[in-house]
């Protein structure tokens, strides 16, 4: 099987990361080349793997600019939202994929390897409570879940709860309880507590780009 090249973007380092340590047993059939933190990707690649926590979906101006920039590059989407308007504003904007991040590792890269050949690969919506139990996310050495984190984040970001349902898809209602359930564990009892928290243990963004290739000379 040929090798692909691969470039992974988030928003947060531990995200990018988590996901290259999650991507790591596969070496010999996927070569991660840069690892883009908050910033475009700088390299022409097979797939850009788009971790989408704490982050906009289709139509983000963040998107946008990565398909213009990689315009030879399959931009694959790996999120917990693929609720069909999701999955549809992904597909008119030219997202090759949309990966569940249920999927265990194995299946993950198997579907690479398939929306590299050239197909369209968009997973079927999870249960209700699905969880990322793999890679890593700000905040989890502290006993939180990926939703509650992605929540917290978002709130560090300053957006309100309103526009947090808006960017994960969620019901306001599973916002509060992903809030409460947060704040149990960090301790907190406010906003601006939970902002502090965050900045305290560097949950922010700290735009970077980083050469695989080029760290392991």
Not at 132 to 144: A, E, F, I, Q, V
């Amino acid at each position: 099987m040929e090798t692909m090249t691969v470039a992974l973007m988030n928003d947060y380092e531990v995200v990018v990361r988590g996901l290259a340590s999650l991507l790591e047993p596969f070496a010999d059939e996927l070569t991660i080349v840069e690892l883009s933190v908050a910033t475009p990707t700088s390299v022409s690649v097979d797939i850009i793997l788009y971790d989408t926590f704490a982050m906009g979906e289709a139509g983000d101006d963040a998107v946008n600019e990565v398909l213009r920039a990689n315009t030879e590059s399959a931009l694959v989407f790996y999120t917990w939202n693929l609720a069909p308007r999701v999955v549809l504003e992904a597909r008119e904007q030219g997202v090759r994929g949309v990966l569940s991040k249920a999927l265990s590792a194995e299946e993950l890269v198997a579907c690479l390897h398939r929306i590299r050949r050239g197909e369209v690969v968009i997973s079927p919506e999870p249960t209700e409570g699905s969880e990322l139990m793999t890679g890593d996310w700000p905040g989890k050495d502290r006993g939180l879940t990926p939703r509650e984190a992605e929540v917290v984040a978002l709130i560090a970001q300053g957006l309100s709860n309103k526009e947090i349902a808006e960017t994960t898809y969620l019901s306001i209602n599973s916002i509060k309880s992903y809030i409460r359930s947060a704040y149990r564990t960090m301790g907190v009892t406010t906003r601006s507590q939970a902002v502090r928290w965050c900045l305290e243990r560097g949950i922010g963004i700290a735009p970077m780009r980083i050469s695989v290739e080029r760290s392991a000379e």
